[in-house]
């Protein structure tokens, strides 16, 4: 099948390795010069939503698919009659909003952290007054990567705050001690069909995510976060993969965000399940049979962020993943996985790559 893919970063880069391998092609729509995936397909460079560039793309394509979140759904809207489009528009639609992301989850009895819509200071202070500091003030739209947030620790940063985010629509949320934060990934095919991996536990610096480790070995978790996961999957009558990020908090999880599409926390996958989240998400767009998900052995990935040191290229053990970008302070290069016989031992390695990571 010709798949055509909204974004050329590194996620369409790997989808389009996983499509090679599956005997499908890519085409994809990006606005930047050489992105990563023009290594596996032609790329039309123009906006996201560029009505005449999507519109050649739709016919060339038999599908398609995104590799991220903020592609404007109106674009998308115009030529959903003409082809179909994986994962569905509404889906994409509620996870741009923080607000209707946050509504589904409460529709779905998915417990998440408690929340207060800020439209003025006013309302900021009143979020202060009910949920109690601290608070995370988040931008509704557009935020990735902990971008667009701002913690508000003692009362006297609430105007601060205001004057950096507002005048734009916001969210503020409890700030949650959680225990550590995870990752629930599973995909659901055209037929209904729903495999999901095992919980991914993740760490993140500046809003960045750094390391995952995969599996959680916490049964009831992860029989917990699955649930959650297969509700969103069916309501949303989903196809391709989905990532469902949350808090750990004793016995409970609490919802952060969704995304609908393949994950950072999921790029273990290549190396560390039977089936990559990357080639799950083609069978599913392509209306194919889904691949096993069960993992093989504890994986652990290192995000590669500003640069990849001489170090890590010169390591003999873990798979590097090099997306070919230039390198920039913060800009996500590339990632090195490896899969390890035992957590113990994959924590060791982990440990030992982060000293020449850092
Ligand atoms: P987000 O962009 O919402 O995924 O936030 C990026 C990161 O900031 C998360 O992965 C957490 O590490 C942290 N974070 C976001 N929201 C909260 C919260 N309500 N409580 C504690 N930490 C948070």
Redesign the pocket.
Known sequence: MRIGIIGAGQLGQMLGFAARELGHECFYLDPSEAPPAARVGPVVQAAFDDRVALSILAEKCDVLTYEFENVPVEALDDIGDTIPISPPLDALRLAQD?LTEKQLFERLDIPL?GYHVVDSEGDLRAAADSIGLP??V?TRRM?????G?FVIRTEDQIATAWRDLGGQPLIA??????DY?VSAIGVRGRDGEVATYCLTH?E?AE?I?RTSRAPVDEPELTAKGTRYLARMLEDLDYVGVLAL?L?VVGENLLA??FAPRVHNSGHWTIEGAQTSQFANHILAVTGGDLGATANIGHAGMINLIGEIPDAVRRLDEGVLHDYGKSARPGRKLGHITFVAESAADRDARIAAIRRSVS
Do not use: A, C, M, S
């Open positions: 923080r952290p608070l995370v988040k935020g990735y990567d902990g971008k947030q949320e409890q700030w949650v001690e959680f934060e993740n993140h809003g995510l990020e808090f952060n965000e």
